[in-house]
């Protein structure tokens, strides 16, 4: 699909099918206007790609070495050689689970998202794409089949197995399962979750000797929502939190 016809359907998909999103939340444990803005910053930038895109004289290429991913100081970079492969929007949660005892830490138990296809986006729109996780997270999860307003092809599931290893399903990309490489604090002006939790870690994994079709890294950026509270006070057993964030794979 054409850039400028997807950008275009997201937009319409605003004007034409809101009885169809999953509910748009305010955060009612901060400022409202978080949530707010990061849906507004995201149309805006759609708004504005849509009128450029009405002048192009073709349609823009999906040339996926132009693509930039985000990156944060004391981030490590894909490994020398690493060609991009894929990137996707995930949304879904943060998985915790307390012992009982109010002043000790949630312990994290995995995640569970849908992914999203903006390979192409990324390459020519990023910072279109870069806007995406705090737009999504503030609309409530629906039947996993869409990603708030946006409406862009599922690539894949991301989710931990039995053995608490983090898992990338990509259908015919590959399968990805890794471990942790290196972190970084998310950015102090990443978006919130609904509840006021903030960004998730920016992350690093690599691939494990199971991994499929040449995929060797995942890169978790951009994220937003998805921390746990300081403590387990009022908590009991497993608990989640909403999030969304990019992942940009390479081989």
Known sequence: MRLSTLLVSSLATAASAAPTWPDFQINQLGDPRDALNAVSQYFNIVAAKVSAAKSMSGPPKCDLSKAVMPTLPGMPAPAVGAQLRHVAVG?????????????????????VATLFNVTCMAATYPDVTGKIPGMAV??????????????????????????????????????????????????STATVGQKGDAAVPWLRLLATKDATNGLAEVFRVSTAGGSPPETCKDLTGPFEVEYSAEYWFWS
């Open 91 to 111: 949304r879904g949660t943060q998985n915790y689970t307390c012992d009982g005892k109010a002043d000790s830490k949630p312990k994290a138990i995995g995640a």
């Open 138 to 187: 503030h609309f409530n999860l629906d039947a996993a089949n869409h990603l708030g307003p946006a409406m862009l092809p599922i690539s894949g599931h991301h989710y931990f197995t039995a053995a608490g290893v983090p898992f990338f399903d990509l259908g015919s990309e590959g399968r990805l399962p890794c471990a942790k490489n290196a972190s970084a604090n998310a950015p």
